[in-house]
T-cell receptor, first 114, second 115 residues
Framework: QKEVEQDPGPLSVPEGAIVSLNCTYSNSAFQYFMWYRQYSRKGPELLMYTYSSGNKEDGRFTAQVDKSSKYISLFIRDSQPSDSATYLCAMKGAGGTSYGKLTFGQGTILTVHP | DGGITQSPKYLFRKEGQNVTLSCEQNLNHDAMYWYRQDPGQGLRLIYYSQIVNDFQKGDIAEGYSVSREKKESFPLTVTSAQKNPTAFYLC??????????????FGPGTRLLVL
């Protein structure tokens, strides 16, 4: 079983839809949670990061972490064609031997069509 | 402009050949990382370095080697021992500090193909 599970999709939605992307994980030591967006043949760019449980909002993007359920989500409101990309969740523990090591999900391919 | 550069964009390797992928950053970051990305498998950590002249193996280090002689540079060599090298290779860097969290910034990647 992988430490981080992410539905690879693909996910196709109409422009303006609310998109929900999710990851589950098994390692209870994970404390930091991130979402990266990756356009085709490009490097990932950091979208959101959160520490421990709770919500964080940035414009049209909201990240949620539920540590009790080991479940994280990224919501995209009013989705745009420019949001079409692969979305990767990533997470890491706090310090010690986990320093520098991010564990990634497989990535979800999202297409927003006009 | 500050950022991470990787070269070349595409690289072709012949059987039995070692090839080196370049990664340079001008962000003054202490830590640097190499990942491999295969379709449907996310990113897997090959090697990382927290400081000059020090580096650690990641999850899939076999068949790869690195050096960290300068803060700005972290080249990755794919050796002939790596039997399945075809993949998209990503370099990243991050600052140290602020407790144990560090945001990783990625370069544009190098696509390695075997002839």
């Amino acid at each position: 079983q992988k430490e981080v599970e992410q539905d690879p999709g693909p996910l196709s939605v109409p422009e303006g839809a609310i998109v929900s992307l999710n990851c589950t994980y098994s390692n209870s030591a994970f404390q930091y949670f991130m979402w990266y967006r990756q356009y085709s043949r490009k490097g990932p760019e950091l979208l959101m990061y959160t520490y421990s449980s709770g919500n964080k909002e940035d414009g049209r993007f909201t990240a949620q972490v539920d540590k009790s359920s080991k479940y994280i989500s990224l919501f995209i409101r009013d989705s745009q064609p420019s949001d079409s990309a692969t979305y990767l969740c990533a997470m890491k523990g706090a310090g010690g031997t986990s320093y520098g090591k991010l564990t990634f999900g497989q990535g979800t391919i999202l297409t927003v069509h006009p | 402009d500050g950022g991470i550069t990787q070269s070349p964009k595409y690289l072709f390797r012949k059987e039995g050949q070692n090839v080196t992928l370049s990664c340079e950053q001008n962000l003054n970051h202490d830590a640097m990382y190499w990942y491999r990305q295969d379709p449907g498998q996310g990113l897997r950590l090959i090697y990382y370095s927290q400081i000059v002249n020090d580096f650690q193996k990641g999850d899939i280090a076999e068949g790869y080697s690195v050096s960290r002689e300068k803060k700005e540079s972290f080249p990755l060599t794919v050796t002939s021992a790596q039997k399945n090298p075809t993949a998209f290779y990503l370099c990243a860097s991050s600052p140290r500090g602020r407790g144990s969290f560090e945001t990783q910034y990625f370069g544009p990647g190098t696509r390695l193909l075997v002839l």
